[in-house]
């Protein structure tokens, strides 16, 4: 079955301590995001990458890191520069439809949940 | 700036009872919405998607509505199952080939028996 999985389900972060979560998908998608989800807000975009080795911030991107050596592989790194990384990540792909400018709605992992020790 | 509402916040409902939830969009431009239903603890799942053509699209219980002039969407559940207690989220992305997409914060939909 095609998907996205994402690992750890559930991470606890220690004080000054770097974190990665694991994105993996086998759907063929070119194009990754990663998102942040608190309680009562929208889903808030982190980092985006629609090629390997090539990303883009998103619009809170401060304390985070990312990277995409792989097609298939999109792993997030909370910094210890994040001071409030409590939240639930989630991790995303899509496909451009054949030329149009135009993306198939993204298809989501399960999330990792997040908290400070 | 990009805003997605979402009305009601939540919604209580007796099984087998229908329901719809709004969402009010200032996205420009316009190129498509979408609606998604996330289960607790799980990621969002695409329930439909609409462009700025279509009026109404359905996904079994589920039917969607837009209103591209007013910039609204509605969701309309029929026959609501236990199943369909989650959040749903209406989401829309930034223009044609910017999925750069602006999530409503959802409405989260219990469904009693």
């Known amino acids: 079955d095609g998907g996205i999985t994402q690992s750890p389900k559930y991470l606890f972060r220690k004080e000054g301590q770097n974190v990665t979560l694991s994105c993996e998908q086998n759907l063929n998608h070119d194009a990754m995001y990663w998102y942040r989800q608190d309680p009562g807000q929208g889903l808030r975009l982190i980092y985006y990458?629609?090629?390997?080795?090539?990303?883009q911030k998103g619009d809170i991107a401060e304390g985070y890191s990312v990277s995409r050596e792989k097609k298939e592989s999109f792993p997030l790194t909370v910094t210890s520069a994040q001071k409030n990384p409590t939240a639930f990540y989630l991790c995303a792909s899509s496909i451009e439809n054949a030329g149009t400018g135009w993306y198939q709605p993204q298809h989501f992992g399960d999330g990792t949940r997040l908290s400070i020790l | 700036k990009n805003q997605v509402e979402q009305s009601p916040q939540s919604l209580i409902i007796l099984e087998g009872k229908n329901c719809t939830l709004q969402c009010n969009y200032t996205v420009s431009p316009f190129s498509n919405l979408r609606w998604y239903k996330q289960d607790t603890g799980r990621g969002p799942v695409s329930l439909t998607i609409m462009t700025f053509s279509e009026n109404t699209k359905s996904n079994g219980r589920y039917t969607a509505t837009l209103d591209a002039d007013t910039k609204q969407s509605s969701l309309h559940i029929t026959a609501s199952q236990l199943s369909d207690s989650a959040s749903y989220i209406c989401v829309v992305p930034g223009g044609f080939g910017n999925e750069k997409l602006t999530f409503g914060t959802g409405t989260r939909l219990t469904i009693i028996p």
């Open positions: 990458s629609q090629i390997v080795n090539d990303f």
